[in-house]
């Protein structure tokens, strides 16, 4: 496909369509349930903080349409990552194996802990960690000492591995979860943007023994800020909630602290907004996958690959996006649109390519160069004044 004008002028009309009457922007949040009584009853309770009901009201709803026994709500998606690599026994001068393609949170939270990120490639498929490439590095890199993971290169220890389900759209997880299983070696699936995505029946962020979730305002619902780490594990959840706590032992009023802590929880504020997001939850997937396929039959037919769900995935379509023919196409794609007011991004700078992470080890990374030059987000919102929509019947408990 060669990319002109007249094709992007028809993209930029269709697109701004799908979004009748606004801005047309990568992905802004839609209050349009019950935002606004709960924040009022939570002002109005004075428990605007990190304690209070919504908190936990927050954790059990979220824990339970994820199908996780335990949910930990936490400041934002990069210190649920961080905890959950903590908790998972990620420490000062260890490895973490992760993608290059992927948000800068996935890696800054390893560095928090003083690890280094390793570097596996992604499929095309899915734009996610490949589980071949998984297997074959850690075949060619990995050697067992006392039944733990080390680098033979480095000598370091494999404390995790952290996977990414990009843009929403799972990878291939059940794979990566043998792999993990084969050398022992922790998995944490970083589900910040997967949350109403399911692999193989199952929900994103329950493959391995913790999940991070985000509630940033670009996400599918939102706290404003917010993050939650899912796991079916009582005492990872119990660690997790203590050291996001302060560490503080519980005690009508005394103030002891057994390790150093971090004050990341949740405030009941942003829960209320939380819970009445939740609630929409259903109804913003079903708008989302809906726009996917309005746009999939849409570049079909202009014989432009648009990202669809990989197989045995059920994607919550969180940001759509095409893949362009090179990256010179990808640029002139980018000031096209943007310069005519319609939003579109590339995909992230790779995490090699960055100064803090050039050093890091990879395999060579074939497929995310591959995609780093041709992926590109189109406007993913879900479009306002739908979410009241009966056509789209959003969870009734959203129009009470
Ligand atoms: C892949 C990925 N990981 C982690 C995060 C961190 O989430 P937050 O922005 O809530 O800290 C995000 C989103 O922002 C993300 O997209």
Same mark, same amino acid.
């Given at each position: 496909m060669k990319l002109d004008q007249s094709l992007m002028n028809e993209f930029i009309l269709f697109a701004a369509e799908q979004f009748p009457g606004e801005g047309v922007t990568l992905h802004?949040?839609? +209050?349009?349930?019950?935002?606004? &009584?709960?924040?009022? !009853?939570?002002?109005?309770s004075n428990f605007v903080s990190s304690v209070g009901a919504r908190v936990t009201e927050f954790e059990r709803g979220i824990a339970a349409y994820c199908g996780a026994k335990y949910g930990v709500a936490t400041v934002n998606g990069t210190a649920a990552?961080?905890?959950? @690599?903590?908790? &998972?026994?990620?420490?000062?001068?260890d490895e973490v194996i992760t993608q290059a393609l992927t948000f800068i949170a996935t890696c800054n939270a390893i560095s928090y802990i003083g690890a280094h990120p390793v570097f596996v490639d992604v499929d095309k498929s899915t734009l996610g960690m490949s589980p071949d490439a998984l297997r074959k590095f850690l075949f060619a890199n990995a050697e067992m000492k006392d039944g733990v993971a080390h680098n033979k290169v480095t000598g370091r220890r494999f404390a995790a591995?952290?996977? @990414?389900?990009? +843009?929403?759209?799972?990878?291939?997880?059940?794979?990566? &979860?043998e792999v993990c299983a084969e050398f022992d070696i922790p998995l944490v699936e970083d589900a910040a943007e997967s949350l109403g995505s399911y692999f193989k029946g199952k929900h994103t962020g329950n493959f391995g023994l913790l999940g991070a979730i985000s509630f940033n305002g670009n996400k599918i619902i939102t706290t404003g800020g917010g993050g939650m780490i899912v796991t079916n594990d009582e005492e990872v959840a119990r660690k997790a909630k203590h050291i996001t706590t302060t560490a503080k032992i519980p005690h009508p009023y005394e103030f002891v602290h057994d390790q150093v802590g971090y004050n990341y929880r949740l405030p009941n504020l942003n829960a209320a907004l939380g819970c009445a997001q939740l609630e929409q939850l259903d109804g913003f997937v079903k708008i989302k996958r809906n726009l996917a396929e309005r746009y999939s039959r849409f570049f079909a037919e202009k014989g432009v690959p648009f990202v669809t769900e990989p197989d045995g995935a059920t994607s919550?379509?969180?940001?759509?996006?095409?893949?362009?023919?090179?990256? !010179? !196409?990808?640029?002139? +794609?980018?000031?096209?649109?943007?310069?005519?007011g319609l939003m579109t991004r590339p995909i992230w700078r790779m995490m090699t390519e960055l100064e803090m992470f050039k050093h890091c080890q990879h395999d060579g990374l074939e497929n995310s160069l591959w995609l780093e030059d041709r992926v590109v987000n189109i406007p993913s919102s879900v479009p306002m004044g739908t979410s009241n929509n009966p056509r789209f019947s959003v969870n009734p408990a959203a129009q009470r």
């Open positions: 802004r949040p839609v +209050f349009g349930g019950n935002e606004k &009584a709960y924040l009022a !009853e939570c002002i109005d990552l961080h905890i959950a @690599m903590v908790v &998972a026994g990620v420490e000062r001068g591995c952290v996977p @990414m389900h990009t +843009f929403g759209h799972p990878c291939r997880i059940d794979e990566i &979860a919550n379509y969180w940001l759509n996006a095409i893949i362009l023919d090179s990256r !010179e !196409e990808r640029d002139s +794609f980018l000031k096209y649109t943007n310069d005519r």
